[in-house]
C-alpha cells in the first residue's frame, strides 16, 4: 500500500453563502464532478433541493448527520433552515442570521473533527451589516470565532500565491495598521502555513514594498525603512527566504514570478488586481493562521447572475480541490 492509499476519504463542509445569491447554484453543480472527498453542503435543504432541480440533477437530498457515509447518487445537505424564503436576487436582511448560522455549523464541525476543512460559497457584507449584525468577511468572522489573534489572507491562482499584510481597511487606515509586530507575525504565519498546509519546506517569499518604488531609499515614503526592512533583517537571521522589499509595479513579472512560492503585498489592491486578472473565476481565497483548513471562492455573491444558470462554478471548484490537497498534505504529515 502506497502513501495515497494510506490516506483517509476527506470530509468537507461547503457553506452555501447568501441565499439569493449565485452560493447555492454553484453547490448544486458540485456532482458535475466526482470527488475524492465527502462533501457536505451546508444551507436550507429545501432551497438547495429547488436548485438541484434547476440544474437538471436528479440525485436524493439526505439530511445529512455526523457519522453518515458517502453513498452514490446521494446529496448530502447539513440543514440549516432559512428565516424567510429567499428570492433570488433580492436579498433580506431577515437571513443575515441564516447566513452565519451555516458558518457557525461550518466551523463547529472542523473544531470538533466532524469535517477535516471547510470551503466557502460567497456571502454579503452589507446585507449582514444591514441586519445590525457587524461583519466585515469571512476572514474577521474566523479569526474571531476561534480567537486566532491574527490570521493572513492569502489567494492562489494564476500560478500565484498572494498573502496580504493588510485586508479589508479604507487605503488611509493603511499606513497605521502596517506595524513591525503585525508584519513579523504575518510573515511567520505564511512562512509556517506554507510549509505545513502547502508542503512547502523553506519557501521563498517576494515582500512588496509600500511605497512607489518601494520608497526610492524614503525620498517617496520610509515604511520600507523604518518597518519592512527591519523585520525582513530579523526573519532572514531566523532562516526565512525573503526577497524584497520589492517595487509593486516590477514585483509581478514572469522573471520574479518563476522561483517564488508567494507574494505578501501590503495591501488589499496592491495585489490582488494582478492575481483576479491571471485567475479571475478559478482563484481561491485561502485563510491561513486559523486551527482548521478554510479555503473559498475569489468572487462575490453576484445577484445580477442569480438564477440564470450563467454562474461559472470555477472557483468552488478550484477551493474545493485546494481544500482537498491541504487536508491530504496535513494527513501526510500526521
Same mark, same amino acid.
Given at each position: 500500500m502506497? =502513501?495515497?492509499?494510506?490516506?483517509?476519504?476527506?470530509?468537507?463542509?461547503? !457553506?452555501?453563502?447568501?441565499?439569493?445569491?449565485?452560493?447555492?447554484?454553484?453547490? %448544486?453543480?458540485?456532482?458535475?464532478?466526482?470527488?475524492?472527498?465527502?462533501?457536505?453542503?451546508?444551507?436550507?435543504?429545501?432551497?438547495?433541493?429547488?436548485?438541484?432541480? #434547476?440544474? $437538471?440533477?436528479?440525485?436524493?437530498?439526505?439530511?445529512?448527520q455526523?457519522?453518515?457515509?458517502?453513498? %452514490?447518487?446521494?446529496?448530502?445537505?447539513?440543514?440549516?433552515?432559512?428565516?424567510?424564503?429567499?428570492?433570488?436576487g433580492?436579498?433580506?436582511?431577515?437571513?443575515a442570521? @441564516?447566513?452565519?448560522?451555516?458558518?457557525?455549523?461550518?466551523?463547529?464541525?472542523? !473544531?470538533?473533527?466532524?469535517? =477535516?476543512?471547510?470551503?466557502?460559497?460567497?456571502?454579503?457584507? $452589507?446585507?449582514?451589516?444591514?441586519?445590525?449584525?457587524?461583519?466585515?468577511?469571512?476572514?474577521? @468572522?474566523? *479569526?474571531?470565532?476561534?480567537?486566532t489573534?491574527?490570521?493572513?489572507?492569502?489567494l492562489?491562482?494564476g500560478?500565484?500565491?498572494?498573502?496580504?499584510? /493588510?485586508?479589508? +481597511?479604507?487605503?488611509?487606515?493603511?499606513?497605521?495598521?502596517?506595524?513591525?509586530? #503585525?508584519? !513579523?507575525?504575518?510573515?511567520?504565519?505564511?512562512?509556517? =502555513?506554507?510549509? *505545513?498546509?502547502? &508542503?512547502?519546506? #523553506?519557501?521563498?517569499?517576494?515582500?512588496?514594498?509600500?511605497?512607489?518604488?518601494?520608497?526610492?531609499g &524614503?525620498?517617496? $515614503?520610509?515604511?520600507?525603512?523604518?518597518?519592512?526592512?527591519?523585520?525582513?533583517?530579523?526573519?532572514r %537571521?531566523? &532562516?526565512?527566504?525573503?526577497?524584497?522589499?520589492?517595487?509593486?509595479? /516590477?514585483?509581478?513579472t514572469?522573471?520574479?514570478?518563476?522561483?517564488?512560492?508567494?507574494?505578501?503585498?501590503? @495591501?488589499?489592491?496592491?495585489?490582488?488586481?494582478? +492575481?483576479?486578472?491571471?485567475?479571475?473565476?478559478?482563484?481561491?481565497?485561502?485563510t491561513?493562521g +486559523?486551527?482548521?483548513?478554510r479555503?473559498?471562492?475569489?468572487?462575490?455573491?453576484?445577484f445580477? +447572475?442569480?438564477?440564470?444558470?450563467?454562474?461559472?462554478? $470555477?472557483?468552488l471548484?478550484?477551493?474545493?480541490?485546494? %481544500?482537498i490537497?491541504?487536508?491530504?498534505?496535513?494527513? #501526510?504529515?500526521?
Amino acid at each position: 500500500m502506497n =502513501d495515497v492509499d494510506k490516506l483517509s476519504l476527506p470530509v468537507l463542509a461547503v !457553506t452555501s453563502g447568501e441565499p439569493s445569491g449565485v452560493g447555492p447554484e454553484l453547490c %448544486a453543480r458540485l456532482p458535475e464532478r466526482k470527488w475524492p472527498a465527502h462533501l457536505v453542503v451546508i444551507g436550507d435543504i429545501e432551497l438547495i433541493e429547488e436548485r438541484l432541480e #434547476r440544474a $437538471g440533477r436528479a440525485l436524493v437530498v439526505r439530511p445529512w448527520q455526523p457519522g453518515m457515509k458517502p453513498e %452514490a447518487g446521494v446529496f448530502d445537505v447539513l440543514h440549516c433552515p432559512l428565516a424567510c424564503p429567499a428570492l433570488t436576487g433580492k436579498s433580506s436582511p431577515k437571513n443575515a442570521a @441564516y447566513v452565519l448560522s451555516i458558518l457557525d455549523h461550518a466551523l463547529e464541525g472542523c !473544531t470538533r473533527g466532524v469535517f =477535516d476543512g471547510m470551503v466557502t460559497a460567497p456571502v454579503h457584507k $452589507g446585507v449582514i451589516c444591514d441586519a445590525g449584525i457587524p461583519f466585515s468577511g469571512h476572514t474577521e @468572522y474566523f *479569526a474571531a470565532r476561534t480567537h486566532t489573534p491574527q490570521v493572513v489572507m492569502m489567494l492562489v491562482g494564476g500560478g500565484m500565491r498572494v498573502a496580504l499584510a /493588510t485586508t479589508h +481597511l479604507p487605503l488611509v487606515e493603511v499606513p497605521r495598521a502596517l506595524t513591525q509586530d #503585525r508584519l !513579523t507575525r504575518t510573515l511567520d504565519i505564511l512562512h509556517h =502555513d506554507l510549509d *505545513a498546509r502547502f &508542503g512547502l519546506p #523553506r519557501p521563498r517569499i517576494l515582500v512588496a514594498g509600500f511605497n512607489p518604488h518601494a520608497g526610492e531609499g &524614503g525620498h517617496i $515614503g520610509r515604511e520600507e525603512i523604518d518597518i519592512i526592512i527591519p523585520v525582513l533583517e530579523r526573519l532572514r %537571521a531566523k &532562516g526565512l527566504n525573503l526577497v524584497g522589499p520589492l517595487p509593486a509595479d /516590477t514585483l509581478f513579472t514572469p522573471h520574479n514570478l518563476r522561483e517564488a512560492d508567494a507574494v505578501l503585498a501590503m @495591501y488589499h489592491d496592491q495585489g490582488l488586481p494582478v +492575481l483576479k486578472h491571471a485567475s479571475f473565476g478559478s482563484g481561491v481565497n485561502v485563510t491561513l493562521g +486559523l486551527p482548521i483548513i478554510r479555503t473559498s471562492v475569489d468572487h462575490g455573491t453576484a445577484f445580477d +447572475l442569480a438564477g440564470s444558470g450563467k454562474a461559472d462554478p $470555477g472557483s468552488l471548484f478550484a477551493a474545493v480541490e485546494l %481544500a482537498i490537497d491541504m487536508v491530504k498534505a496535513r494527513q #501526510r504529515r500526521a
